[in-house]
C-alpha cells in the first residue's frame, strides 16, 4: 500500500512521466523485439493488498491487458503471447474458476469489437486446449478470431487452458499421426518439424525474443516450454495489475543492453 501512495504522489508531481519520457529516448526503435511473451502473474496477491477477493484482481488485470497490448502496438512489438490460464489453474476454487471464464468471454468479445483492433490490424487468437473451456468462452474466442483472423500487422495469442509441455505432446501426436498416415517417414522429424506443429506455428515470429514475468516470481512455469529456449527472461517486482508503462519501457531497455549469442 505504501508502494501505490508513492506512485501516486510521483505521478502528481510529474516525475513519472519524465522518467518515461527519458527511457522511451533511450530505446533504440532498430532492436525491438519482435515476440514477446508475459506471464501476468500477482492478480490475486494484489487484490489482498487491496483488501479485496481475488477475483477483483482479475478484472484490474484484464484492464492492464487492453493497455499493455497498445503499448506494445505503439512501440512497433509485432507478436505478443499472453499467458492468461493454465491447465493448472483448473484445480483453483470453483468460484474463481468460474469468475475468470466469465472474464474471458467478456474480454474476447470486446478485443473483438475494439476500435484500435481493427484500426492496427491485430490478429487475436487463443492458444491451448480449447475443447476443455466452456462452450461460451469457445464461442467468444471463435467470434475473435473470426473478426481478426485477416489481419496481419500485429498478432495478440493469449495462452487459455495452456501447458507448454501439453503443447509438446500435442504437438508429437500430430506428427505420429502424420507417420501412421504414411504422410511423413519418422527421419523426417526435426526441430522445426516438431516447431510447424506447434499452437505457434501461425506466427511470423513463433519463438519469444522476451518474456516478462511480473509479481516477483523467477520461472517460466510452464509457459513457451519448447519455444523459449533462447528467450531473454526479465523479472519484474511489480504486480500485474500495477504494471506501468515505465516498467514496460525498462523491460525493453534492459533486452537491448544483453547480447545475445544464441550458443555461439
Not at 504414411?182 to 506455428?201: C, F, G, H, R
Not at 527472461?233 to 549469442?261: A, G, M
Request: net charge positive; charged share 35%.
Amino acid at each position: 500500500m505504501l508502494l501505490l501512495k508513492l506512485y501516486n504522489i510521483l505521478s502528481r508531481f510529474g516525475v513519472l512521466k519524465i522518467y518515461e519520457k527519458i527511457l522511451e529516448n533511450e530505446i533504440s526503435k532498430d532492436d525491438l523485439p519482435k515476440h514477446i511473451g508475459v506471464i501476468m502473474d500477482g492478480n490475486r496477491r494484489m487484490a489482498r493488498l487491496m483488501g479485496d477477493k481475488p477475483t477483483r484482481g482479475h478484472y484490474l488485470g484484464a484492464k492492464k491487458v487492453r493497455m499493455f497490448i497498445r503499448w506494445c502496438v505503439d512501440i512497433g512489438i509485432k507478436v505478443v503471447t499472453l499467458y492468461a490460464f493454465s491447465l493448472e489453474n483448473f484445480n483453483r476454487p470453483k468460484e474463481e474458476v468460474d469468475t475468470l471464464m466469465d472474464l474471458f468471454e467478456r474480454e474476447f468479445i470486446k478485443l473483438a469489437d475494439d476500435e484500435d483492433v481493427h484500426k492496427y490490424k491485430i490478429n487475436i487468437r487463443a492458444i491451448g486446449r480449447i475443447d476443455l473451456l466452456p462452450e461460451r468462452v469457445k464461442r467468444a474466442i471463435e467470434y475473435a478470431e473470426n473478426r481478426t483472423k485477416d489481419y496481419k500487422n500485429h498478432f495478440v495469442n493469449v495462452a487459455i487452458a495452456y501447458g507448454g509441455q501439453q503443447e509438446i505432446v500435442d504437438a508429437v501426436k500430430r506428427i505420429g499421426k502424420k507417420i501412421k498416415n504414411n504422410e511423413m517417414d519418422l527421419d523426417d522429424i526435426s526441430v522445426e518439424t516438431i516447431s510447424k506443429n506447434l499452437y505457434t506455428a501461425h506466427l511470423p515470429y513463433p519463438n519469444p525474443d522476451l518474456i516478462i514475468r511480473t509479481s516477483g516470481e523467477e520461472r517460466i512455469s510452464n509457459f513457451l516450454t519448447w519455444q523459449s529456449s533462447y528467450s531473454e527472461l526479465y523479472f519484474c517486482e511489480t504486480y500485474w495489475p500495477q504494471f506501468r508503462r515505465i516498467d514496460f519501457l525498462r523491460s525493453i531497455r534492459d533486452y537491448q543492453r544483453r547480447e545475445r549469442r544464441f550458443g555461439k
